[in-house]
């Protein structure tokens, strides 16, 4: 989040800590949110362009108003307290609000100038963002989109502590405070080198794999979960041999004969092309995985945002289409 500590010196805010009123300048706020965030005085004065000892100065300013530590300090470790930590869940959500103030105020200018952080799984964000970043833009060239790649369970919690305006993830559940949009669904094939036997066949089923070595995504992978819920359904226990955060080296591994995997089609088609791997759909019935758009339920959705996801919603249809193919 970034924020312009000249804008607010004389902005106040108050909340209540152990039963106390305590009134908090905005920058005194950010300044210990920062240090908290970054766990060092020092990286907290660079990234906000001031020095050591004035950022030491205001947190001593907070301890000493609150009439309580903020920070353990072990060595050159620093650690957030108990009310610190209370300290640090006002802030977080103070400051997120006041950025979307800004981006309410700001949203007059239109399109021409803004930025748009972005929060995505490992499949969605590698292979389908790219095109729709594309076309955004060529649309909206001045507009800044900054992707953090992760898994689904991080994107989830980005986007509920405001740290990302958007996310696109994988299979999820109902989660309170988030708007959920469906954006696409693909199917997940089993992959093989050439030389294995599944590679000869034409369907396999999920039985089929126990006692396979099994190369997985990391946990907390929406497709890790969606493949391990599909195999326990038919009493299969996979062997896992090693998991992966990226299809790449998931692809890879498979060519160079550590393992077999479940992955997207689309992900792997050019491979399969190539004849570098050979892609065997399952008998009776396809692993169909679906991808979502999340925002917090109480984000302004800006000028910027509604562009994005109004071309989002357009691309997904291509996406589909060529998946199938």
């Known amino acids: ?24 300048k905005f920058n005194q706020l950010k300044i210990f949110y920062t240090v908290a965030q970054k766990k060092s005085f020092t990286l ?9 000892p004035a950022v030491t ?19 050159k ?27 309410a ?5 239109g399109l021409k100038f803004g930025k748009l952080t972005i929060g995505a799984s490992a499949t969605v ?40 305006d958007l996310g696109f993830v994988g299979e999820l ?19 093989v080198p050439p030389d294995h036997p599944f590679a000869h066949g034409e369907r396999v089923s999920l039985r089929d794999l126990a006692g396979q070595p099994f190369i997985a995504r990391e946990a907390g992978s929406a497709t890790r979960e969606l493949v391990e819920e599909k195999a326990g359904r038919r009493g299969v226990s996979l062997k896992v041999v090693m998991d992966l955060a990226s299809n790449e080296a998931i692809k890879k591994a498979v060519e160079t004969g550590l393992g077999i995997s479940i992955i997207s089609r689309y992900v792997v088609q050019k491979e399969v092309d190539q004849g570098l791997l050979r892609m065997v759909p399952f008998a009776k019935e396809k692993i169909m995985r679906k991808f979502f758009i999340i925002y917090h339920e109480d984000k302004y959705l800006s000028s910027i945002i509604r562009a994005f996801l109004n071309v989002a919603s357009k691309l997904s249809s291509h996406f589909w289409r060529k998946g199938e193919a």
């Open 57 to 75: 100065i205001q947190i001593q300013k907070l301890e000493a108003d609150y009439e309580t530590k903020l920070f353990d300090r072990v060595g």
């Open 1 to 24: 989040m970034g924020y312009d500590l000249r804008k607010f010196n004389k902005f106040y805010l108050s909340c209540p800590l152990s039963g106390a009123l305590f009134i908090v």
């Open 125 to 164: 964000g590698s292979y389908y963002l790219p095109k729709i970043f594309e076309v955004f833009g060529k649309q909206y060239p001045d507009i800044e989109i900054q992707m953090n790649l992760t898994n689904s369970h991080q994107v989830i919690e980005d986007i509920l502590a405001f740290k990302s």
């Open 77 to 103: 470790k620093i650690f957030l307290t108990e009310s610190g930590k209370t300290l640090h869940s006002y802030a977080e959500k103070i400051l997120a609000l006041f950025a979307q103030a800004e981006e």
């Open 105 to 109: 105020l700001t949203d007059v200018k």
């Open 44 to 52: 907290a004065a660079k990234e906000l362009f001031l020095t050591q």
């Open 173 to 191: 559940r109902s989660y309170e405070g988030l708007v959920i949009i469906p954006f696409l669904e693909e199917e997940l094939v089993l992959i």
